[in-house]
C-alpha cells in the first residue's frame, strides 16, 4: 500500500505538472503554452536545435517587469546541456550557475531565477522546450485533498483489495492576453517561450 500511495504521488504530480504546461483547457486545466498570454520569442537562426545567449536574454525582455523577481525557467531535461555552456559577452561570464539552496540542495539558476526540469516541457529546439514564466501569475483552484479510498469488497472474489485516489483540480493563466507597456512598443506577459527554428 506505500508503493502504492507513493507511486500515485509521483504520477499526480507528473499529470499537473502537464496540465500547467500544456494543458488544453477542455476538461482539463489551461496550460502555459496553449494560453492566448503566451508570448513567443523567435529563436536566433544559428540557433536550430538548441538555446543560445542571445535566445534566453531576449525571453527575459519579454517578461513583465514585475515578474522577474517571481520568475522561474521551466525546462526539459535535455535543455540542461545547452543551458551549461551559456555564456554572456566577451568576459565569457556564465550565465548558469549550480549553488545549494538553504536546505543545501543543488538549484540550478539561469540569470539568477531558478530552473524547474520538468518532462512536461517539449523536447530542445521545439517550443515549449523552455518557458520562462511567473508561476504566481497562475491561477489554482483545488477542492479539498486528496481523497484516498480503499475497498475489500468490490474484488472480493478475487481476493483482491481495490483503491482509489480521487483530486479536483482546476488552473489557468491569470491573464487574459499579453499587454503593450506604458513606455514600450513589443507586448510583455507573464509566460514566454521560444519559437521553433
Not at 499526480?12 to 503566451?38: F, Y
Not at 551549461?84 to 539561469?110: C, E, I, K, R, Y
Not at 518532462?119 to 483552484?141: K, Y
Not at 479510498?149 to 478475487?158: A, P
Amino acid at each position: 500500500a506505500s508503493f502504492v500511495e507513493q507511486t500515485v504521488g509521483d504520477m499526480l504530480r507528473k499529470k499537473l505538472n502537464t496540465i500547467i504546461v500544456r494543458g488544453s483547457g477542455a476538461g482539463e486545466g489551461l496550460g502555459i503554452l496553449n494560453a492566448p498570454a503566451l508570448v513567443s520569442v523567435d529563436r536566433t537562426g544559428s540557433s536550430s536545435g538548441t538555446v543560445v545567449f542571445a535566445d534566453v536574454a531576449a525571453m527575459i525582455g519579454r517578461l513583465y517587469e514585475g515578474g522577474v523577481a517571481n520568475a522561474a525557467w521551466l525546462i526539459n531535461q535535455n535543455v540542461v546541456s545547452a543551458l551549461a555552456q551559456l555564456t554572456s559577452g566577451t568576459a565569457a561570464a556564465p550565465v548558469f550557475l549550480q549553488n545549494l539552496n538553504a536546505a543545501g540542495q543543488l538549484q540550478n539558476t539561469l540569470f539568477g531565477m531558478p530552473i524547474i526540469m520538468t518532462e512536461a516541457c517539449s523536447s530542445l529546439g521545439t517550443v515549449g522546450d523552455i518557458i520562462l514564466a511567473d508561476l504566481s501569475q497562475h491561477v489554482f483552484a483545488t477542492r479539498g485533498g486528496i481523497k484516498n479510498d480503499s475497498s475489500i469488497h468490490l474484488r472480493f472474489d478475487y481476493d483482491e483489495n481495490v483503491m482509489r485516489w480521487v483530486y479536483r483540480y482546476d488552473s489557468q493563466p491569470g491573464w487574459e492576453g499579453a499587454v503593450t507597456p506604458e513606455n514600450g512598443s513589443t507586448t510583455v506577459s507573464s509566460m514566454v517561450c521560444l519559437t521553433t527554428a
